[in-house]
Structure formats: structure tokens, C-alpha cells
Nanobody, 115 residues
Framework: VQLVESGGGLVQPGGSLRLSCAAS????????MDWYRQAPGKQREVVAS???????DYVDSVKGRFTISRDNIKKIVYLQMNSLKLEDTAVYYC??????????WGQGTQVTVSS
């Protein structure tokens, strides 16, 4: 199983980034996919989730700014991040959770919001 995140980088406040997480080795379509983030000195927190059926959920701090989506053919989950704030700076991780609760993590991609 492999989850590979990409799309991170340095962006100014108010800017946008789109993160991607490419999955292999799993039956992608049946997995719930999550994006987590971990800022320096803070615990990892879930940012957004999308179920196999396409139901989405977001942490309150990103609602209206971030959008999670998935492409079951390409086996990719995306996180579109708009109106980025300084406090969005973190390492962003992709997580895949099977129907039985078995989880897999990617290596993470750094997002830095700075002027």
C-alpha cells in the first residue's frame, strides 16, 4: 500500500493550493479518505474526510475554504485549499481507512503560508 501526497509549497495568505494523494495497493473506491495536518508543536488533526459514497466532512476552521474530492478511476483524493491563512501552515497527510477500520498513511507534504 502506498499513499503519495503532492502539491504542497509556499503560498501567501489568501492564496490557494491543491493537494493530491495518489493511492496504490488498495481498492480505493471502498476506502474513506482523510486529510490530516500537523503544525509544529501541535497534535495531528483531521481536516477533511470523504467517504466511499462521497459524503464529506470538514473541521470548522476550514469550512467554506477547503474542498475535498476524489477520483476513483485515478485513485486520487484532492484537497483544494483557498483563502489560506497563516494558521494553515502544517504538514498535510493523507489517510486511507478501510471499511474494517484498517488505516494507512502517506508521508506528508509541507504547506507554508507566509507573507
Amino acid at each position: 500500500v502506498q499513499l503519495v501526497e503532492s502539491g504542497g509549497g509556499l503560498v501567501q495568505p489568501g492564496g490557494s493550493l491543491r493537494l493530491s494523494c495518489a493511492a496504490s495497493g488498495i481498492i480505493f473506491s471502498i476506502f474513506t479518505m482523510d486529510w490530516y495536518r500537523q503544525a509544529p508543536g501541535k497534535q495531528r488533526e483531521v481536516v477533511a474526510s470523504i467517504t466511499s459514497g462521497g459524503t464529506t466532512d470538514y473541521v470548522d476552521s476550514v469550512k467554506g475554504r477547503f474542498t475535498i474530492s476524489r477520483d476513483n478511476i485515478k485513485k486520487i483524493v484532492y484537497l483544494q485549499m483557498n483563502s489560506l491563512k497563516l494558521e494553515d501552515t502544517a504538514v498535510y497527510y493523507c489517510d486511507a481507512v478501510s471499511p474494517s477500520g484498517l488505516g494507512y498513511w502517506g508521508q506528508g507534504t509541507q504547506v507554508t503560508v507566509s507573507s
